[in-house]
């Protein structure tokens, strides 16, 4: 039997959905299972957008420009105008969804062989498309008790080596929750100009922020030449099924790169455009009543977890994920066992172990990513799951 490809097999599984057959099978059970796993919002997408899906009525569903609707284009560019970042429509290439947006930046800066650098823990899929274009992430690890700020610039650059391309950050973070400073961010920039890197900045949760407004890549000095934006709509309308986004670039030479990148895989869906280009039009008072909620919740978790002994839980800036320790030996383990052994009046949990969002994943043996995308009462019932689950938990350490 002919082989797979290296790249094929070097592809990690989701520490997001790899524990769902367990889910599933306890759901079959009649078990009640709390979805903290997955950073999928429950608030409402924006009526806007369903109703341009509704009314969509032509008579053929035609291929669109490969770079994206000119309307999107330019929707996305004065969302950014408004921001204060001066932006063109010619700088915004529209993809299918944040991923192919990620998966254009890593091909567009790298070789097989090349290394992109980040801190972690990181977005778990990070190593998915590194692995599917022959790349390696190197990672420098942030600290929980330092509520995974940037590490400093000489851990950073220590870490840097010819094979070096570029650094990928995700500001407000995920699964951290933690929103990097402008000073962070100005670091950033400074780094890459000083050792001639790519800066590729994860901006999809930038609506999310509970403090400091998350700065923009694009605001940095070396934007012009080094800077490349990764965007979605997925989270910030709630609207994961739309797979919109985009990849944003000032370069020219980086333009001309993802243009072709377009042409090869013809447009991105074209009625999932349109519904975008009605997205941008939500007003602000959507996503005010949006970040309200999410504080709610937040705070609500953050109290709980820590109200359990042995748990820490640092308090998220942004995003709507945090990652917990709890006083367990292994938190694969307990993440299976939630699902496999325990319930409580035909209830459980289900979380995301932390070590799938590490390149070290024995740094993440103790840990979790826990997404708030449940309502307060519902997670306030999760946190006493856990609270239950742990005094039960074979496994358990002090």
């Not at 094979?163 to 929103?179: D, E, L, Q, R, Y």
């Not at 609506?207 to 998350?214: C, D, N, R, V």
């Not at 309308?237 to 980086?254: M, W, Y």
């Amino acid at each position: 039997m002919a082989s797979i490809s290296h790249r094929a097999q070097k592809l990690p599984a989701s520490p997001i959905r790899k524990l769902g057959p367990y889910a599933d099978a306890a759901k079959a059970r009649g078990i009640r299972v709390h979805h903290l796993n997955i950073g999928q919002p429950d608030v409402a997408t924006p009526r806007g957008m369903i109703e341009a899906y509704q009314s969509y009525d032509e008579k053929v569903l035609a291929y669109g420009p490969s770079q994206g609707l000119p309307g999107l284009r330019s929707a996305i560019a004065n969302y950014f105008v408004k921001l204060g970042i001066k932006l063109e429509p010619d700088h915004v290439n529209v993809t299918f969804g944040g991923s192919e947006a990620v998966g254009f930046a890593f091909s567009a800066v790298t070789d097989p062989g090349d290394e992109i650098l980040t801190t972690e823990p990181f977005y778990a899929n990070y190593l998915g498309f590194a692995a599917s274009t022959g790349v390696t992430i190197t990672s420098v690890p942030a600290r929980a008790d330092h509520a995974f700020h940037l590490p400093s610039d000489a851990e950073l650059e220590a870490a840097i080596t010819p094979k070096t391309k570029a650094m990928i950050v995700c500001s407000p973070n995920n699964p951290t929750g933690t929103v990097y400073t402008k000073e962070e961010m100005e670091r950033l920039g400074k780094i890459c100009e000083k050792h001639d890197l790519y800066l590729i900045s994860d901006e999809v949760y930038r609506e999310f922020a509970y403090g400091e407004t998350p700065t923009s890549a694009l605001s940095l000095p070396c934007a012009h030449d080094r800077v490349i934006v990764v965007d979605s709509v997925s989270k910030r309308f709630s609207a994961c099924g739309a797979r919109v986004g985009c990849v944003i670039a000032k370069n020219p030479i980086l333009l001309n790169v993802f243009m072709r990148m377009c042409f090869a895989r013809l447009c991105p869906a074209t009625v999932d455009q349109i519904a975008a280009i009605a997205a941008y039009d939500t007003p602000q008072s959507y996503f005010d009543d949006v970040v309200a909620e999410y504080t709610r919740r937040r705070d609500a978790l953050v109290k709980g977890l820590n109200s359990i002994k042995g748990v820490s839980a640092p308090m998220p800036e942004g995003a709507f994920y945090l990652v917990t320790t709890l006083p367990v030996d292994d938190a694969d383990e307990f993440a299976k066992w939630l699902l496999t052994d325990f319930n409580h009046e035909k209830e459980t949990v289900m979380i995301a172990p932390a070590s799938g969002f590490y390149s070290h994943a024995e740094l993440g043996k103790h840990q979790a990513r826990i997404a708030y995308v449940l309502e307060v009462p519902q997670l306030l019932r999760s946190v006493e799951l856990l609270r239950i689950a742990l005094d039960q938990y074979p496994g358990r350490r002090a």
